[in-house]
Antibody
Framework: QITLKESGPALVKPTQTLTLTCTFS??????????VGWIRQPPGKALEWLAL???????RYSPSLKSRLTLTKDTSKNQVVLTMTNMDPVDTATYYC??????????????WGQGTLVTVSS | EIQMTQSPSSVSASVGDRVTITCRAS??????LNWYQQKPGQAPKLLIY???SLQSGVPSRFSGSGSGTEFTFTITSLEPEDFATYYC????????FGQGTKVEI
């Protein structure tokens, strides 16, 4: 059974760096074809894909946020960490991590964490 | 960055209705298109991947079609639990989501 859970601060100040941890079970990030992604959703707004890390350390980032995002993975702890620098109130959102399902050349997020709300305010 | 445009933004429907949502890509994405359902306070749920493949466990009243730049998502007979917001997502090039379509009573 695959589960994922996000953890991190609920409140950060503007200009600070946000660090979120996705802790998962039921799969290994050292297995070929596996990946974990991050997606966020501002209150009342649409989903926004942020970043994705694959089993082979390939990492992809949203072009509009690439300069602010870093993904790291700890395979032994079954964790993926997302850091986002220079936080702004517009970054207030629920942040989700999700398991990547691959079928041939096609990928999708088939399991999601419950999400964690991060508010950026002084 | 590929832009995904969904229409309509919202649709009013009744139980038993057929509902169709369109998703258009700003450039061709072949069949690299997924559909998700999201209910208030919940994480999204994968319904359709690769434009037309039904995710395991998802009822057959949900379907998807299309390729290139135009895609369609259909619920053949709306059930009470289907009132939600639906998102398309392209995975052809640095992934992006559509703005969502709210299916409401």
């Amino acid at each position: 059974q695959i589960t994922l859970k996000e953890s991190g601060p609920a409140l950060v100040k503007p200009t600070q760096t946000l660090t979120l941890t996705c802790t998962f079970s039921g799969f290994s990030l050292s297995t070929s074809g596996v990946g974990v992604g991050w997606i966020r959703q501002p209150p009342g707004k649409a989903l926004e894909w942020l970043a994705l890390t694959y089993w082979d350390d390939d990492r992809r980032y949203s072009p509009s946020l690439k300069s602010r995002l870093t993904l790291t993975k700890d395979t032994s702890k079954n964790q993926v960490v997302l850091t986002m620098t220079n936080m702004d109130p517009v970054d207030t959102a629920t942040y989700y991590c999700a398991h990547l399902q691959t079928s041939g050349w096609h990928s999708s997020f088939d399991y999601w964490g419950q999400g964690t709300l991060v508010t950026v305010s002084s | 960055e590929i832009q995904m445009t969904q229409s309509p933004s919202s649709v009013s429907a009744s139980v038993g209705d057929r509902v169709t949502i369109t998703c258009r890509a700003s450039q061709s994405i072949s069949s690299y298109l997924n559909w998700y359902q999201q209910k208030p306070g919940q994480a999204p749920k994968l319904l359709i991947y690769a434009a037309s493949s039904l995710q395991s466990g998802v009822p057959s009243r949900f379907s998807g079609s299309g390729s290139g730049t135009e895609f369609t998502f259909t619920i053949t007979s709306l059930e009470p639990e289907d009132f939600a917001t639906y998102y398309c997502q392209q995975t052809y090039s640095t992934w992006t989501f559509g703005q969502g379509t709210k299916v409401e009573i």
